[in-house]
């Protein structure tokens, strides 16, 4: 071939190559039922009223659903929510003894639950420390290592036993109840004891008998059971595959308005959002450093010096996963307000504003915008660690987001996009908000 046609062919070559500003192959292909996992209906159906039963904590007074409730998109609203010791829902949710020096806030934001039942969410909380693990024995990491019980079906199942473990959540404490005193000894002793009250609230009974085929009389009913009827609930309630963005990838081109795709572009271009927020559910499952801003408790380790949250380091001890979070998926992002794994940011311009400039941003973070419960023995200490000049150089020195330069409007279509994520029909869940419990104790609503 001569020199001159062959420099044409291969420039021909280079500029075929590029393509058009988006190749298809950079968008996931369309969610289908194979995504997820199998689900019994009757066992979600006994998991609904366990995930509002306030039997399964320590004091009787707060459900699953006080923190992930269905008029809240799976969660609850505030930037840290109350656990055990709270009264009211929501926004709402205030500290029942506002003196109690007991009172504490959960350290973490309160994730909405949107497709947990699909296969690829095999790692669940924000630092990863509950996991899929097929080379142990029982198949999952968890902080609850050999006390893990067998059987359990699905990385949900497994995640509902630690909530019903955690003092600030659902146990509360030992001069309170039964279930706080027996997890100070061993934690399947905490189970046992929240089992023995399953067993004898007689609505559950005949539910268990009909979702599971080896339970026939109360005393066969176990923790196992208890946790796959919650994890079949979790699974199969907040499906989410119906949004515009759904549509749109399986073939109707209307779904999406011109801002959305523009900011579709940018999302899977230019923006590079892609980059973490990738897959089917705009999530890697993996973890990054993104300098949020912490406030609140933290999820100190020991000899730290200030309440802080090193996130990822907490599970693995490595130095490289100082402040690293894991990716949320995107779903429904626009009804989940606030953002950020300590609700940081009430609003999606304002947490996509953050994307752009981390470090600047989080050293321009008002704390005014944190949505906390008002109390004011707390008051004085949430913010301590605005004065740690230490951890105030560490989280945005661990940021491993460059700056990116987007214009006003460019951020408007990126927000469009985001909006296109939400789903109706997910957002609402399947079977909804139980009106009572076997227990009888108060719904949430
Ligand atoms: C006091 C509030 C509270 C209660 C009660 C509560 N949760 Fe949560 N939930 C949270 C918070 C906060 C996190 C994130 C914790 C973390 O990452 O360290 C979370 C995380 C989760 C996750 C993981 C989601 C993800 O994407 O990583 C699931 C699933 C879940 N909760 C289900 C439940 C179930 C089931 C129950 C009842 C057995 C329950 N929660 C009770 C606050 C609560
Ligand atoms: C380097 C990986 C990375 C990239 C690139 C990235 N994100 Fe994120 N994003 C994260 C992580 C990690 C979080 C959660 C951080 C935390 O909780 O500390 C997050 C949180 C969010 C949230 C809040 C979600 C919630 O439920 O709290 C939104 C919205 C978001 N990202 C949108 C975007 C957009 C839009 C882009 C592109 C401009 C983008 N992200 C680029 C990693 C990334």
Redesign the pocket.
């Known amino acids: 071939m001569p020199k001159t046609v062959r420099s044409i062919f291969l420039s021909l070559l280079v500029l075929l190559s590029m393509g058009p500003a988006l190749m298809a192959a950079d968008l996931p292909t369309p969610v289908t039922d194979v995504d997820y996992h199998p689900v019994d209906a009757d066992q979600a159906a006994l998991g609904q009223l366990l995930f509002y039963d306030k039997i399964l904590s320590g004091n009787r007074n707060i459900a699953c659903a006080t923190c992930h409730h269905h008029k809240h998109a799976g969660s609850d609203a505030l930037s840290l929510g109350i656990g055990e010791g709270g009264k009211g829902l929501g926004p709402e949710r205030v500290f029942s003894e506002p003196g109690n020096t007991q009172n504490r806030r959960v350290p973490r934001?309160s994730?909405?639950l949107f497709n947990v039942g699909a296969r690829e969410f095999t790692t669940l909380f924000?630092d990863g420390r509950v996991s899929m693990a097929p080379s142990d024995a029982s198949g999952f990491n968890t902080p609850a290592e050999e006390f893990l019980p067998a059987s359990l079906a699905t990385v949900a199942s497994v995640q509902a036993l630690f909530p019903m473990l955690s003092a600030v959540e659902m146990t509360g404490q030992t001069s309170e109840n039964p279930v706080a005193r027996a997890l100070l000894r061993r934690q399947d002793y905490a189970w046992a004891v929240l089992v023995e009250r399953i067993r004898t609230t007689s609505g559950y009974a005949p539910l268990f008998r009909d979702a599971f085929p080896d339970i026939e009389k109360p005393d066969d009913i176990s923790i196992t059971h208890i946790a796959n009827a919650i994890g079949a609930f979790v699974n199969s309630e907040w499906r989410s595959d119906e949004s515009p963005f759904d549509a749109y990838l399986r073939g109707d081109q209307a779904a999406l308005d011109v801002s959305a795709k523009r900011?579709l572009e940018?999302?899977y271009g230019k923006?590079?959002?892609?980059?973490?927020?990738s897959g089917k559910f705009?999530t890697?499952h993996?973890?990054?450093?993104?300098?949020?801003p912490q406030f609140g408790p933290g999820r100190t380790r020991m000899f730290d010096p200030v309440a802080r949250d090193q996130?990822r380091i907490n599970e693995t001890d490595s130095r490289d996963d100082a402040?690293?979070?894991?990716?949320?998926?995107?779903r429904n992002?626009a009804v989940?307000?606030?953002?950020?794994?300590?609700?940081?940011?009430g609003t999606?311009d304002a947490?996509?504003r953050?994307?752009?400039n981390p470090v600047a941003a989080f050293k321009a973070y008002d704390p005014a915008q944190a949505i906390l419960p008002s109390n004011p023995r707390l008051a004085q200490v949430d913010f301590l660690v605005f004065d740690n000049a230490a951890e105030q150089a560490a989280i945005p020195a661990a940021s491993?987001?460059d700056p990116?330069d987007?214009t006003d409007p460019e951020v408007a279509d990126?927000?469009a996009?985001?909006h296109s994520l939400t789903d109706k029909t997910g957002q609402k869940g399947r079977l909804g908000a139980p009106k009572s419990v076997p227990s009888g104790l108060p719904v949430d609503d």
């Open positions: 934001h994730p909405a924000h900011g940018l999302f923006g590079g959002c892609v980059a973490c927020h705009q890697d993996d973890f990054h450093a993104i300098a949020m996130g402040y690293k979070f894991r990716t949320p998926s995107l992002v989940t307000a606030p953002y950020g794994h300590t609700g940081a940011y999606l947490v996509v953050h994307h752009l491993e987001l990116i987007l990126l927000i996009f985001l």
